[in-house]
């Protein structure tokens, strides 16, 4: 099965992950060591139980790199550490390290057969085998998601109109945002830029929450604002035009 992220056992046999490639995968915005150090302090996991600092041969600690500082993380810390960055990365990567988890324990439960009733044996290990085969089923399942949230989203794990629009059904992007003017999401910016913006309805003051945020960048020789969409809001076109439950 190929992994989403890599999972080791240390010394004691238990399973644990690389903490600088799981900063990797979620994207963090802050450097590695401050991000982490924050975590620690923040919820308060102790080296030895939850984690451990890796030294290598010149007092280093060192994973995956030349004299990078590196902490073996249990899947318990992980798993909490996604949670924590409440985005859609870190979901994705909770769900599967769970996944995981899920597999590991039944390699360690599966029993060897009854032979004394070797047909309820063989019922009892081509059930645990079927349940095996469902959960690395859904393990394949939260594996490209993922890595498409990955591909698509931008440094701040927002998306564009273009790259959602044809998940909603349109040809276009241009089609979309007619369609969002006409339901009074978005509005032209009355400053004449040429710039998309939430009506007031549907701005965070309004709603509590933010769905779509306004980032600028260069555009024909010109700075220019995009209009881009959150998680949340993704959840919140999905709600109207699929008619899907908001899951926040």
């Known amino acids: 099965m190929h992994q ?48 451990e600092k890796l030294a290598s041969q010149n007092g280093e600690a060192s994973w995956g790199g030349h004299n990078k500082v590196d902490y073996a993380i249990t899947l318990s810390m992980a798993k909490e550490l996604c949670m924590v960055e409440n985005n859609e990365l870190g979901r994705q990567y909770r769900r599967y390290l769970i996944k995981m988890e899920k597999v590991a324990l039944q390699q360690i439960n599966t029993s060897l057969p009854n032979f004394n009733d070797p047909v309820a044996a063989a019922r009892a290990w081509a059930d645990q085998m079927e349940e095996r085969k469902k959960v690395e089923q859904e393990v394949m399942v939260l594996m490209p998601k993922a890595r498409a949230w990955e591909r698509f989203c931008d440094h701040n794990g927002l998306l564009n109109t273009e790259q959602i629009s044809k998940y909603f059904g349109f040809s276009s992007a241009i089609k979309m945002n007619r369609d969002l003017v006409d339901r009074k999401i978005i509005k032209r910016d009355p400053a004449g830029n040429n710039t998309w913006l939430l009506t007031a309805r549907y701005s965070p003051a309004s709603l509590g929450f933010e769905i779509a945020r306004l980032t600028w960048g260069e555009h024909g020789g010109k700075d220019r604002g995009h209009l881009k969409w959150t998680k949340r809001g993704v959840q919140f076109l999905d709600s109207i035009y699929n008619g899907q439950k908001q899951l926040f």
């Open 4 to 51: 989403l992220i890599t999972i080791s056992q240390d010394h004691n046999g238990q399973q644990v992950v690389s903490a600088r490639e799981l900063h990797t995968k979620l994207r963090v915005g802050k450097r590695f060591t401050t991000w982490m150090e924050l975590r620690i302090d923040k919820y308060g996991f102790i080296e030895g139980e939850d984690f």
